[in-house]
């Protein structure tokens, strides 16, 4: 592919992903976007989520991001993840637990504060895993 987006995904740990791709769909902060090649400078935060890379027509791979920055640039996308890893190890038996967990603290919460971020804890989880369930819905990966 002589033309396309340049995408770097690193976490703390390794360089998951270098490649040049067609589009790449992210969990930003405020929503999902895309980025294509010539795609206007940004800077953004991520939410936990999942980040699509389409390398061809038909063809998709899937990452889960924990979090972390995308950063556009005139030379491709840099993801900086808290935590990155293919989907296909991605462990819906530890989400679950920690779904359990922040309802057992929503259910803690003495005050309207920690009630309330709790509550966006439980609901982030909560997308995250209907998330999980329609990618493997879709045998994506």
Do not use: C
């Amino acid at each position: 592919m002589a033309e396309g987006l340049k995408i770097e995904i690193v976490s703390p740990e390794r360089l998951v992903l270098s490649e040049t791709v067609v589009s790449v769909t992210v969990p930003g902060t405020e929503g999902y976007f895309t980025v294509m090649n010539d795609h206007a400078p940004f800077m953004t935060t991520l939410r936990p989520g999942f980040i699509t890379v389409t390398k061809d027509a038909g063809h998709a791979d899937i990452y889960f991001v924990k979090g972390g920055f995308a950063d556009v640039s005139p030379s491709g996308l840099t993801i900086l993840a808290e935590r990155s890893i293919p989907f296909a190890h991605f462990d819906h038996g530890d989400l679950q637990t920690q779904i359990k967990a922040a309802e057992e603290e929503l259910a803690r919460a003495a005050s309207p504060e920690d009630k309330s971020y709790a509550q966006e804890v439980v609901s982030g989880l909560l997308n995250l895993a209907i998330e999980a369930q329609q990618i493997n819905g879709a045998h994506v990966h």
